[in-house]
């Protein structure tokens, strides 16, 4: 049973990042009215980054977070190309950020908190 979570994890993950793929690579536009830009960026890698650490749950969230802002300058770097119409941003790239560490700091202090836990039980 746990596999199979485990699989729909990733396959909702993989799914998420060819949403977010895209919609930042589609020419355009990247909001509609009365939608901000930056706020659908955070809100992107906020999701991104809680759907990540559920389907690798292993990998320690600096590693996630690592990677998943690599995702967000290969996309604004994409932006760039004259086929997509867009334009790079380095506030999207914050925006971005923001979100993956709104999402992944507190796994990453529980995750320390656990460590200094474990090895204070060991040496008591």
């Given at each position: 049973?746990?596999?199979?979570?485990?699989?729909?994890?990733?396959?909702?993950?993989?799914?998420?990042v060819?949403?977010?793929?895209?919609?930042?690579?589609r020419?355009g536009?990247?909001?509609?009215?009365?939608?901000?830009d930056?706020?659908?960026?955070?809100?992107?890698?906020?999701v991104?980054?809680?759907?990540?650490?559920?389907?690798?749950?292993r990998?320690h969230?600096?590693?996630?977070?690592?990677a998943?802002?690599g995702l967000g300058?290969a996309?604004?770097?994409l932006?760039?190309?004259?086929?997509?119409?867009?334009?790079?941003?380095?506030?999207?790239?914050?925006?971005d950020?923001a979100?993956?560490?709104a999402?992944?700091v507190?796994?990453a202090?529980?995750?320390?908190?656990?460590?200094?836990?474990s090895k204070?039980?060991?040496t008591?």
């Open positions: 049973m746990r596999r199979r979570i485990l699989l729909a994890h990733r396959l909702l993950f993989w799914f998420l060819a949403f977010t793929l895209a919609n930042a690579l020419p536009p990247s909001a509609g009215p009365g939608l901000n930056k706020l659908l960026h955070f809100l992107a890698f906020y991104l980054s809680l759907s990540a650490a559920c389907a690798a749950p990998l969230p600096v590693w996630i977070g690592a998943l802002l300058i996309i604004e770097i932006q760039m190309a004259p086929l997509i119409g867009r334009s790079a941003s380095f506030l999207d790239l914050l925006a950020l979100g993956i560490a999402a992944l507190p796994a202090v529980h995750s320390w908190r656990a460590r200094v836990a204070d039980d060991r008591a």
